[in-house]
């Protein structure tokens, strides 16, 4: 069953491309709300998913089948859960991530964010079957072999354009949110996985949206994806811890 990662700046046109693809293949789609959601469903600890393998393995089970779940609602009742832990994890922005003390006696340090993240991602992929948005999955899941990584780039004029007609705002404001994004997004990938986000040696596909559009873009990713070899899309590996 497929894993896709889909990659890129903010008005490129990447989250629209993901759940669009994610339905043209009948696989789950996962992004940062629904990662949060499912957490504040589980209710569970940021120090589970940091004890034994079997544990871990445990959760990544339980988030997976809640993932599923998740996608065949309508609609999720939203009742967050008092010191849940996981959920407030997962619910950084790229930007507070990339500002986490490196260690010391913080609850929450860099090296606790990372293993919580990989484990996350991981425990989604190991299911198949899923199209995860961002949150590092490509870096994550780069030696998984059933894994297939997108990048969806438009360049910066585009992307203010799109920006700015998507959610009526002025395009001064739509560049200042883009580069505020791009800085916030460079420095996560750089300071948790040591690689440029927008590298294409990352990627097995680039798409850019100003020359193909959405629609297009979404059937050549899944003539991609369903034109790898079986071996590849049937057996999701788990890779060892970093």
Not at 147 to 174: G, K, N, T
Not at 218 to 228: D, E, N, P, Q, S
Request: glycine residues 6%; charged residues 25%.
């Amino acid at each position: 069953m497929p894993i896709i990662t889909i990659s890129g700046n903010l008005g490129s046109g990447a989250r629209e491309i993901a759940q669009d693809l994610a339905r043209e293949l009948a696989l789950d789609y996962v992004d940062q709300e629904i990662l949060v959601e499912a957490a504040r469903q589980l209710g569970v600890s940021v120090a589970v998913v940091e004890r034994q393998d079997e544990r871990a393995r445990s959760l990544a089970e339980r988030l997976g089948m809640l993932m599923r779940t998740l996608m065949e609602r309508s609609a999720v009742a939203t009742d967050p859960m008092s010191g849940a832990g996981l959920d407030v994890v997962l619910a950084r922005t790229y930007g507070e991530a990339a500002e986490l003390p490196e260690g010391g006696d913080e609850p929450l340090n860099e090296q606790r964010y990372l293993e919580t993240l990989t484990s996350v991602i991981r425990g989604i992929a190991v299911r198949g079957s899923v199209v995860i948005l961002g949150r590092g999955s490509q870096a994550i899941l780069r030696d998984d072999p059933a894994a297939f990584h997108v990048y969806v780039h438009a360049s910066h004029a585009a992307r203010i354009a799109m920006l700015s007609e998507r959610d009526q705002m002025p395009p001064a404001d739509a560049m200042k949110r883009i580069k505020e994004s791009d800085h916030n997004r460079a420095a996560f990938h750089h300071r948790f996985f040591k690689v440029d986000a927008e590298s294409p040696a990352l990627y097995d596909l680039v798409v850019n949206t100003e020359r193909i559009a959405g629609a297009l873009a979404v059937r050549l990713i899944a003539l991609a994806v369903r034109g790898r070899p079986a071996r590849a899309l049937q057996e999701p590996t788990d890779v060892p811890q970093p």
